[in-house]
């Protein structure tokens, strides 16, 4: 097997189209047998309950080449299960969880040449996503379904790579109290984006959306939650029940307890507190961990000790130890690497 001639050390975060994906249809109340195709595009009726309604979800995760040669997935039955989630509170069917790390493993391996060298600081990133197929014209889930997968080669989510990053408080909310913060629905993205678009048009990288009751607690960004590390080295995360439950932020938080010996604390965080903390990063599947140097809150800059240079010590650490296990160089907990090859 030939890897494809790409120049993986600066791939940005886009789409580059690959060999084949997975495809499952939802039809008569069952799932198919899915299958592998070449086929990157999709046909439908034009009042599929996806384009009008947004019956929509995703999820994204990632192949690993690991030190000794392996393709690894990372903790992929969490995604699963929390596709799950958003699938019932979008009233759509979810595609069984066996069968989706399944269908990750076959896809990821179809496209075996487009998984990104050990060492390369590239990876494979996975898409899975499920839409409302059949036509809708009353408001109403659709009675068909498409699950598929999709994978693509990507660098750094963040221009810069490393480079910490400047955010704002956001005057947009990006989730209700009850509302649908805490599931991968792709409305969610939908209205963030003139949010970021804002943010970029004004000189930031990304924005600090807070609670929409208060105004007051910090939430998350767009498309990754927050890690702040106190003046003595304490990591603590916003707890809220409308941020979507990153399974990144939550390894981090027993890579910080069981590899580094460090305090954690879920709690609330208040944007008033933010210049008491050393460091602040944003974690995900995309983000990994990316260092954030500065918040503007309308006018009022805090600026992190850490600075606009480089990663902070402790959220370097959290980095090197989470890459670590997940690219075979550290002993990973229990269950938390999936072996494809
Ligand atoms: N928050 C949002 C809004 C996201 O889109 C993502 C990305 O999936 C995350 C957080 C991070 O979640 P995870 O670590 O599971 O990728
Ligand atoms: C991910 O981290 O996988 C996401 O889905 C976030 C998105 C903003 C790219």
């Not at 039809?27 to 046909?43: E, I, K």
């Not at 009022?300 to 850490?306: C, D, G, L, N, T």
Request: proline share 5%; net charge negative; hydrophobic share 40%.
């Amino acid at each position: 097997m030939e890897k494809k001639n790409l120049d993986w050390a600066n791939l940005g975060f886009g789409y580059i189209q690959t060999d084949k994906r997975y495809v499952s249809n939802f039809r008569d109340g069952a799932w198919d047998a899915g299958t592998l195709t070449t086929d990157a595009t999709v046909s439908l009726t034009e009042c599929a309950g996806v384009f009008h309604y947004a019956q929509t979800c995703f999820e994204g995760l990632k192949a690993y080449t690991t030190s000794d040669g392996h393709i690894v997935t990372f903790r992929p039955d969490l995604n699963a299960q929390r596709m799950a989630d958003t699938a019932a509170r979008l009233e759509m069917p979810p595609f069984p969880k066996d069968r989706f790390i399944e269908a990750v493993q076959q896809v990821v391996l179809a496209n075996e040449e487009w998984v990104p060298p050990f060492g390369s600081g590239a990876t494979l990133y996975i898409r899975p996503y499920l839409f409302g197929s059949s036509a809708v014209i009353g408001v109403k889930p659709a009675e068909e379904y498409q699950f598929r997968i999709l994978v693509t080669p990507v660098g750094p989510y963040f221009k810069g790579g490393a480079r910490p990053l400047k955010l704002k408080v956001s005057d947009f909310d990006r989730a209700a109290p009850h509302g649908t913060g805490n599931i991968k629905a792709g409305l969610n993205y939908a209205m963030s984006l003139h949010a970021i678009v804002t943010a970029h048009h004004e000189g930031f990288d990304e924005n600090m959306y807070l609670d929409a009751t208060t105004r007051t607690r910090v939430e998350e960004t767009g498309g990754a939650n927050f890690l702040f590390v106190t003046k003595d080295n304490k990591v603590v995360t916003p707890k809220s029940q409308t941020i979507l439950p990153s399974i990144t932020r939550r390894s981090l938080m027993t890579v910080a307890k069981d590899y580094l010996g460090l305090e954690v604390e879920e709690r609330e965080v208040y944007a008033s507190e933010l210049a008491d903390f050393a460091e602040c990063g944003l974690c995900g599947t995309a983000a990994v961990i990316s260092p954030v140097g500065l918040v503007n809150d309308h006018g009022k800059e805090i600026r992190f000790p850490s600075g606009m240079e480089k990663m902070g010590p402790v959220t370097q650490q959290l980095y090197d130890t989470l890459t670590g296990i997940q690219m075979g160089r550290l002993k990973a907990p229990e269950g938390w690497i999936k072996v494809i090859k």
